[in-house]
């Protein structure tokens, strides 16, 4: 079982920057793939980006790629998301997400989340 915990939502103003952190219980967290996802109001919750284990390869949403960075230290359980040059269209209720394995994009494939940080991005 893990259990996450997010942290570092709050309000920002557009084009300004801001970090997530999800910490993870357990002691095989570099075997857990990572992901952040979103859901912004009225809206299905989507993909952002996913990290594998050990924090090698990573793969982004086109919609922020290049914009937000995932990474994570083992050492600490922790995933991160560090997200530059936000848009109001960033706002949603960001929710840090592990498998066991290999990363994937569908977060149906994600057995473990977290409770959500709100990220609200003005202009």
């Known amino acids: 079982q893990v259990q996450l915990v997010e942290s570092g939502g709050g309000l920002v103003q557009a084009g300004g920057s801001l970090s997530l952190s999800c910490a993870a219980s357990?002691?095989?967290?570099?075997?857990?793939?990572m992901a952040w996802f979103r859901q912004a109001p009225g809206k299905e919750r989507e993909f952002v980006a996913t990290?594998?284990?050990?924090?090698?390869?990573?793969y982004y949403a086109d919609s922020v790629k290049g914009r937000f960075t995932i990474s994570r230290d083992n050492a600490k359980n922790t995933v991160y998301l560090r997200m530059n040059s936000l848009k109001p269209e960033d706002t949603a209720v960001y929710y840090c997400?592990?498998?066991?394995?290999?990363?994937?994009?569908?977060?149906?494939?994600?057995?473990?989340w977290g409770q959500g940080t709100q990220v609200t991005v003005f202009s």
């Open positions: 357990g002691r095989t967290f570099s075997t857990y793939a």
């Open positions: 990290i594998n284990g050990s924090g090698v390869t990573t």
């Open positions: 997400a592990a498998r066991k394995g290999a990363y994937r994009t569908a977060g149906a494939s994600y057995d473990y």
